[in-house]
Structure formats: structure tokens, C-alpha cells
């Protein structure tokens, strides 16, 4: 009989999982309505340049230029960018559970995300995600962004745990399906009910 490896370290995704996207479509949408831009134009402009920003190598000031302030506005980039970061909302059940989850069994707890830089660090400080992850393989630090698969090598490398040993909760069918071929037992994130009971069967429980 085969042996089954005890999961050793949980992988997760931040926007979706663990809070609120940080700069999803629902979002532009809304800045658009409250600021009164053209949705179509932004959307355009942001798909140009979501990936080198995302990649950290452009910062949220010159991303900004390029998608909203390429012309005159009748508000300031801080009133923007502050919009932007106060729609961050944190998923208390599933930040709950992963602390329990990495008490109980000792896991290591790494998160896979594709963030720029300056969002990815204000919501690590204000949802005190440093209090119980382990390391930020955020796409603004290495500069590789998922749906890339060296992203999920990179994580395995810096926790220094075997691949059987791991659990990735993801909210994208796309990003499942790519840690599912490199061998990760993955969960594909919709509710946190429903993310608990996927949970149980790699023997991972926590008492409600």
C-alpha cells in the first residue's frame, strides 16, 4: 500500500482566497462609475500593462500614468490611489482557518499571488498577513507571475518541501490546473464551507 505523505505546507492566492481582489474587474468597474472615466479605455490601457506592472517593474505611480493619468483629471493620484487600496476587504473565515490550520499541524504557509508591489505590501501590513505566512512569493518580489509555472517551482523551492506535501487553495480554474501538472494537490477556491470539506480529505480539520 502506497503511503500517503502528511501535507506539510499550504500554498495560497491573496484576491479571491484570503481578501478581495485587489484590482479586479469589479473594481475598475466601480472606479469608473466614481471617478467618471471610460471604462473601455481603462480596461484597454490596464490589459497593456497589468503584467509589467504586476511583474514589479513598473511602480503604481508610473502604472497610473499610464492607465488613468495620461490626461488631465479632475482628481489626484493619491484620491485614486487611495480608492483603489480601500476597496481591500479581508475574508475573516478563511484568514481564521488558515491560522488554525498551520497551529494545529505546523504547516508552512506560502503565498502565490500576482500583485504589484505597493497593494501587495499595503495589504500584507493592514490584514497583518505576516502574522501567520511563512513567505511572499508575490509576483512584484520575483518578477514571474502566474499563469508562468516557475512561479509554483519558486515556492516549492524556498519552502523546502516536497511536492506531495502541499496544498494549494486558488480561486482561478487556470492556475489549479497548472499546480495540478506539476504534481500539487490543488483546491479549487468558491466558498469557504465548501474549501473546508476539500480541506478534510488531505487530514486537514479544524473544530468549527
Known amino acids: 500500500m502506497e503511503k500517503v505523505e502528511p501535507i506539510k505546507a499550504l500554498f495560497l492566492d491573496i484576491g479571491g482566497v ?3 481582489d485587489g ?8 472606479d469608473a462609475a466614481v471617478f467618471n472615466l471610460d471604462l473601455d479605455e481603462i480596461n484597454d490601457r490596464h490589459k497593456l500593462t497589468i503584467e509589467t506592472y504586476e511583474m514589479g517593474k ?3 505611480e508610473e502604472y497610473m500614468n499610464l492607465v488613468v493619468f495620461y490626461q488631465e483629471r479632475t482628481f489626484s493620484q493619491a484620491e485614486f490611489q487611495k480608492f483603489i487600496f480601500e476597496q481591500s476587504k479581508p475574508y475573516l473565515e478563511m484568514i481564521g482557518l488558515i491560522r488554525k490550520l498551520k497551529v494545529k499541524y505546523g504547516l508552512k504557509i506560502v503565498v502565490v499571488s500576482n500583485e504589484g508591489r505597493e ?19 508575490s509576483s512584484c518580489f520575483v518578477h514571474v507571475r502566474k499563469p508562468d509555472a516557475d512561479i509554483f517551482q519558486l515556492a516549492l523551492d524556498i519552502a523546502q518541501v516536497p511536492v506531495r506535501s502541499v496544498v494549494y487553495i486558488e480561486d ?3 492556475f489549479v490546473r497548472i499546480a495540478e501538472g506539476l504534481g500539487i494537490k490543488s483546491i479549487l477556491h468558491t466558498d469557504y464551507k465548501s474549501t473546508c470539506a476539500k480541506l478534510a480529505l488531505f487530514g486537514l480539520e479544524v473544530a468549527e
Open 18 to 20: 484570503l481578501l478581495t
Open 23 to 30: 484590482w479586479g474587474h469589479q473594481f475598475r468597474e466601480l
Open 58 to 60: 513598473l511602480t503604481l
Open 119 to 137: 497593494l501587495n505590501e499595503y495589504r500584507i501590513r493592514k490584514f497583518k498577513l505576516d502574522g501567520f505566512v511563512d513567505s511572499f512569493i
Open 172 to 174: 482561478n480554474p487556470m
